[in-house]
């Protein structure tokens, strides 16, 4: 966990301008109670909104950190919540219960790739008074991911989450030999999981990859529009199989009582269940929008 050293890197002011955006109310307030996690060493300090350590007592480089970068981690939360509202349903998808909690939001940084601009993030939400105390109830929200020198993202961001899908699934089956009492009695949902997931993940890049990366709907025509809102509809039929599939699976899990191994199944689903709905509403909803109020050219 290398995060807080490659971000003590960055210097604010060579990153680009983020433009001003409106927000609701649940982006302005999930935004003044954003907490961060960023590792340094084995440790993940878990760091308020006003940049105080609050789980441990933080290191040297911790604190410079804190003191020296207190614009780029501005910078940062607002960079988060852009990124969630464009790109993203998981403030939405569990709006009840983050408002449950006071809009206490926690994103965890998790460095992907060795350029230090770019990070997955997961999200969780959990009640303010029982932070410290019982930090392990905290309730898994969905993930997101980042590119600090590239705000805008291929594909309305639908790639990066096809392909943490794929990468999610793997680490499932690795944590399965070691979590599960008997691997093998389960053969048979994990054979058919994968199958799924490798559909998915192959079928959805050849589609997007038909795709322009960057889509300018006002210049499309009306047909062109239609293509595009047929083609991430299919992406999205390809996500729901597999999701249902994983339900299925994770309801066998609960009877079984394998409380060790399930509660990955519960957030594999919970990611795939947010891709879903951003498709539905972000997606194929923009675009439904724009067809049922596409306005003829008349000559």
């Known amino acids: 966990m290398n995060e807080i050293e490659e971000l003590m890197k960055i210097d604010s002011n060579s990153l680009p301008p983020l433009q001003p955006m409106l927000y609701d109310d649940l982006h302005q307030n999930v935004l003044k109670n954003l907490h961060l996690e960023l590792g340094s060493g084995p440790v993940l300090y878990l760091i308020s909104p006003s940049y105080s350590v609050l789980n441990t007592v933080p290191t040297e480089t911790v604190v410079e950190f804190l003191n020296k970068k207190e614009n780029l ?90 392909v943490s899908i794929k990468e999610q699934y793997d680490r499932l089956l690795d ?27 192959t079928e959805s890049l050849l ?7 960057y889509p300018e709907l006002d210049r499309m025509s009306g047909k062109e529009l239609i293509d595009l809102n047929s083609q991430f509809r299919e992406i999205t039929h390809f996500l729901v199989e597999l999701r249902d599939e994983v339900d299925e699976f994770e309801n066998l899990l609960r009877y079984k009582k394998e409380a060790d191994f399930v509660r990955y199944v519960t957030k594999f689903k919970k ?7 951003y498709l539905n509403i972000k997606v194929n909803g923009v675009l439904g929008y724009r067809i049922s109020n596409y306005k003829f050219k008349h000559s």
């Open 73 to 162: 981690l501005n910078y940062l939360k607002e960079y988060i919540i852009q990124n969630l509202a464009l790109y993203t349903v998981i403030l939405e998808m569990s709006s009840y219960f983050i408002e449950q909690n006071n809009y206490l939001v926690l994103a965890r940084f998790r460095e992907k790739g060795n350029d230090g601009r770019k990070f997955e993030l997961k999200f969780y939400t959990h009640e303010p008074k029982e932070l410290l105390n019982n930090y392990r109830d905290k309730i898994y929200i969905g993930r997101d991911f980042i590119d600090l020198l590239n705000f805008k993202r291929k594909y309305w961001g639908v790639k990066d989450f096809i």
């Open 207 to 213: 589609i997007l990859q038909s795709l322009p990366p």
């Open 175 to 201: 944590r399965a030999e070691a979590r599960i009492k008997n691997p093998l009695e389960y053969r048979s949902f994990f054979q058919e999981i994968k199958e799924s997931v490798n559909e998915a993940y």
């Open 271 to 277: 990611d795939l269940t947010n891709l879903i709905s």
